[in-house]
């Protein structure tokens, strides 16, 4: 009987964590730049001395998705999109560099310029950009930076700096668990890639797959619980045999 619970203790748990990965996709279906994440099951045989008679299940999750998501317009100039698997890099808060297919871009007070949760924004040398006093931003399709400056009598623009593009090999991405994008390749060249400005990419997250998933997992872990209640009833009716003995 024990052996019986526990497997079904350990589905039910398992279950729980693959609800939560389902659940983090749906709650970022609206969020610019968010990859899914992959989510699967597995066998796990017990190990240890003696014949490996018991398996549990276990949740994994193996990959991430990361195929493009759709494309939509805003119209603001410093809103980009990358194209053709290129990535835009920008700085994580621990100073790692992470990559990105969108980002709506910000100027702060000090002129660095950030995306819209903070994060600096890298230049082909890798370094963090800083903008001038000016009177407009424009993005170029190569990823050039050009600037207006504040005091200028004309509207002629000024090539300031460029985005760092690259193009990586997409099985060397991993997201990792603060939910950024970083690759496991060192030193990526600076690529010919096309950015596409006053348009951001959604989420590739289908709310309608999801959706179906939480509830194929909502009558798994039912299952899992109906094993537990049987695993109840047997083990009360063993001990009834046993009393009347």
């Known amino acids: 009987m024990n052996r019986m619970l526990y497997i079904s203790m350990s589905g039910a748990k398992e279950v729980m964590l693959s609800q939560a990965n389902t659940a983090n996709n749906l709650a970022n279906a609206n969020t610019d730049g968010f990859k899914k994440d992959f989510?699967?099951?597995?066998?796990?045989?017990?190990?240890?001395?003696?014949?490996n008679s018991r398996a549990y299940s276990l949740d994994?999750?193996?990959?991430?998705?990361?195929?493009?998501?759709?494309?939509?317009?805003?119209?603001?100039?410093?809103?980009?999109?990358?194209?053709?698997?290129g990535f835009l890099m920008i700085q994580a808060p621990d100073?790692?560099?992470?990559?990105?297919?969108?980002?709506?871009?910000?100027?702060?007070?000090?002129g660095d310029l950030v995306d819209v949760h903070g994060n600096p924004i890298l230049n082909e040398g890798g370094a963090p950009i800083n903008i001038p006093p000016a009177r407009g931003i424009h993005i170029g399709d190569d990823g050039t930076i050009s600037f207006i400056p504040a005091d200028s009598p004309s509207n002629e623009l000024v090539v300031l700096d460029r985005l760092r593009l690259v193009k990586p090999d997409l099985k060397q991405l991993e997201k990792g668990l603060?939910?950024?994008?970083?690759?496991?390749?060192?030193?990526?060249?600076?690529?010919?890639?096309?950015?596409v400005s006053g348009a951001l990419e959604g989420s590739n997250v289908n709310t309608i797959e999801a959706l179906t998933n939480m509830i194929e997992l909502s009558r798994?872990?039912?299952?899992?619980?109906?094993?537990?209640?049987?695993?109840?009833?047997?083990?009360?009716?063993?001990?009834?045999?046993?009393?009347?003995?």
Do not use: C
């Open 39 to 51: 989510n699967e099951f597995r066998a796990q045989h017990v190990e240890g001395p003696g014949w």
């Open 60 to 85: 994994e999750r193996p990959a991430t998705d990361f195929t493009a998501g759709p494309i939509k317009v805003t119209g603001r100039d410093m809103d980009i999109v990358t194209k053709e698997n």
């Open 95 to 110: 100073g790692t560099d992470a990559l990105t297919r969108t980002a709506s871009m910000q100027i702060t007070a000090n």
């Open 178 to 195: 603060d939910g950024f994008i970083r690759t496991k390749q060192e030193d990526l060249p600076q690529a010919d890639v096309k950015v």
């Open 220 to 245: 798994k872990y039912e299952m899992q619980i109906k094993m537990m209640q049987t695993t109840k009833r047997h083990a009360q009716a063993s001990d009834k045999l046993l009393s009347m003995r």
